[in-house]
C-alpha cells in the first residue's frame, strides 16, 4: 500500500509554520510505524529546486525545521538531506539508498522547473517512488509542491510536472488572479483541478480522496474550468482533491 502525499503553499521552514511542519513530522512517524512502534523516522530533505539559488541553505533550514518539530513531538527523527542537484547527483548511490529508507521525502522550494528536468527517469526518482510504495509521504513546498501534480507552471510556460498526484495543477502562496495567468499555459487543452493553499499551510491525502489540512492558512480546490473554488478548507478539517 503506498504512502501520502504532502503538498505545502510555501513559506516552508519559517515562524509560524510550525503547524504544517508538525503534520509532515506525524506523517513520517506512521510511515515509520506509528508512535508506539519504536523505530526512527527518516526524514530526507531534496534541496532540488534550489540548486541555482544557495542549495546548501534551503537544506540546513529544512534540517533545522525537521528536528525542531520532531522535538515538538517527542519524536525519534533522523533528517538527512539527498543532493540532487544535477545528473550526477540523481545516479549516486549514497543519496539512491537514502531516498530508497526514507519515510518522508521533502521537496523545498525554489524553481518550478527544476524537480522534473533533474529527476524525471532518473534512480533518484526510482528510488522516491519505492519509498512511496513502501508507505513513505512523499512531500513539497511551493515548486516542489507543483512539481508533483500532472502539470505546473514555469517562467518559460506550462510544462508536464512529475504526476504524483494526477488531473490535478498546484498553486501555492494561494491568490485568485493567479490562476487567471496562469491556467492557459499549464492546462494546454487538459482538464484539470486546481488546488490553491496558503503560505504555510500544508494538505496531507491520497490522490482521489479526502485530505486533512493543517496550517496557518487554507486550501481551495478549483474545479476543472471553474474560476473559484468549490471547496475551502482550514486547519484541521478535511477536504477531496480529484
Known amino acids: 500500500m503506498s504512502g501520502v502525499i504532502a503538498l505545502h503553499g510555501g513559506g516552508e521552514y519559517g515562524p509560524g509554520d510550525e503547524r504544517a511542519m508538525d503534520a509532515l513530522v506525524f506523517a513520517a512517524v506512521e510511515a515509520a510505524g506509528g508512535a508506539s512502534g519504536g523505530s526512527t523516522a527518516r526524514i530526507v530533505v531534496v534541496p532540488t529546486a534550489a540548486a541555482r539559488q544557495r542549495p546548501e541553505l534551503?537544506?540546513?533550514?529544512?534540517?533545522?525545521?525537521?528536528?525542531?518539530?520532531?522535538?515538538?513531538?517527542?519524536?525519534?527523527?533522523?533528517?538527512?538531506?539527498?543532493?540532487?542537484?544535477?545528473?550526477?547527483?540523481?545516479?549516486?548511490?549514497?543519496?539512491?539508498?537514502?531516498?530508497?529508507?526514507?519515510?518522508?521525502?521533502?521537496?523545498?522550494?525554489?524553481?518550478?522547473?527544476l524537480i522534473p528536468a533533474l529527476l524525471r527517469g532518473t534512480r533518484a526518482w526510482d528510488a522516491v517512488l519505492r519509498a512511496y510504495a513502501a508507505g513513505a509521504c512523499i512531500a513539497g513546498a511551493s515548486a516542489g509542491a507543483m512539481a508533483l501534480g500532472e502539470r505546473l507552471w514555469t517562467r518559460d510556460g506550462g510544462a508536464d510536472g512529475l504526476a504524483?498526484?494526477?488531473?490535478?495543477?498546484?498553486?501555492?502562496?494561494?491568490?485568485?488572479?493567479?490562476?487567471?495567468?496562469?491556467?492557459?499555459?499549464?492546462?494546454?487543452?487538459?482538464?484539470?483541478?486546481?488546488?490553491?493553499?496558503?503560505?504555510?499551510?500544508?494538505?496531507?491525502?491520497?490522490?482521489?480522496?479526502?485530505?486533512?489540512?493543517?496550517?496557518?492558512?487554507?486550501a481551495h480546490v478549483i474545479p476543472p474550468g471553474a474560476d473559484r473554488p468549490s471547496a475551502s478548507a482550514g486547519d484541521g478539517e478535511t477536504l477531496s482533491i480529484p
Request: charged content about 25%.
Open 164 to 218: 504524483l498526484v494526477p488531473r490535478v495543477a498546484v498553486l501555492p502562496h494561494f491568490g485568485p488572479g493567479r490562476l487567471a495567468s496562469w491556467r492557459r499555459d499549464v492546462e494546454a487543452g487538459r482538464s484539470l483541478a486546481w488546488v490553491g493553499i496558503d503560505e504555510r499551510t500544508v494538505v496531507v491525502g491520497h490522490p482521489g480522496g479526502r485530505w486533512r489540512v493543517a496550517g496557518a492558512g487554507r
Open 58 to 113: 534551503a537544506a540546513s533550514h529544512g534540517v533545522a525545521a525537521f528536528r525542531d518539530a520532531a522535538r515538538r513531538r517527542g519524536a525519534d527523527a533522523d533528517v538527512q538531506v539527498a543532493w540532487v542537484l544535477d545528473p550526477l547527483g540523481a545516479d549516486d548511490e549514497t543519496v539512491i539508498a537514502t531516498l530508497d529508507a526514507a519515510h518522508l521525502v521533502h521537496f523545498p522550494g525554489g524553481d518550478p522547473d
